[in-house]
């Protein structure tokens, strides 16, 4: 497969997305009563199973209250695997999609990694089938592979680093200054934003996220209009004419963080809404303005809400919890590839005394 102008020319076709609404729509409704039950149920049972329970900022605000209220976490993918690694329960429960369960995995191969549904995917992922990307890889042997966090165990087993948001930037100028052209993926929104940012040689994978792939440069214009005293925050997976309309573009957990320090008091947010939850946690004081996308009425692809992770429920955490079903296994050869370019960002991260475990990333 031969590539153009800096993006391989061809992609791969994520198909069969499920619609987040027909999601959330079959997820059953609970009385007040119910869903309490449902809670207490999931708590003693976290408890008897010695388990922890880490949630994405993208999953429903029920799940981060639990883990919250139950000594676990909410936070990004790789933060998530950190504090899995961290914490002295047997059994990591992960609500997010199946690349954080992997993630976990490759970072605490003796635990046990739990996931409410191994269906909850993510179109990065998908995008990025690791027999096409190697196939890619060997036809640039010039360059450094770097991916992003959103990837298979097998595509990170591939890779020379592994990356995060928080740290993409410095990362790539880094090894821009050591003279090595880049090969990226999946990302073509964050990679060329990275681009742009540090101007060094990158070759970019053509894979993008279907929910961040949705907000629209017109729209938020015209929000912008709307709400002229608003900051605009915008993360960077999104379409670069989005990007160019924010005032602060940055992983999820910058731009929680962004939400609390700027002095604006209306922020239009161009990321899953599930984040709204922990927002307005950190900035109770705020207005929360969800940034425009293709309609709510189009396709799930256009309500702000990534479909797989509406998949976690109250319903199957449970289930999962009382059957040990949706156990995580990766194979260990793979795993121990996939840790080596995990642990050179870990270890970049370190010497930049950066705070990338406590400050997020996808
Ligand atoms: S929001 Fe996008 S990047 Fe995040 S899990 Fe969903 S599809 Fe993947």
Redesign the pocket.
Known sequence: MASRSNIADFSIPVTDVPRTASITAAIPRHSPAERRALITEIKAELKRQDAVLVAHY?TSADLQEIAEETGGYVSDSLDMARFGNEHAASTLVVAG?RFMGETAKILNPEKRVLMPTLEAE???DLGCPVKEFSEFCDQHPDRTIVVYA?TSAEVKARADYVVTSSIAVKLIEHLDEEGKKVLWAPDKHLGRYIERVTGADILLWNGS????DEFKSRALGNLIEQYPDAAVLVHP?SPEEVINLADVVGSTTQIIKAAQTLPNKQLIVAT?KGIFYKMQQAAPDKEIIEAPTGGVGATCRSCAH?P??AMNSLDNLLSTLKTGKNEIHVDEAIRIKALQSTQRMLDFARSLDSPVLKHGN?
């Open positions: 993208y999609v993510c179109s990065l959103n996220c279907i929910v961040h997976e899953d990534c797989w992770m996808a």
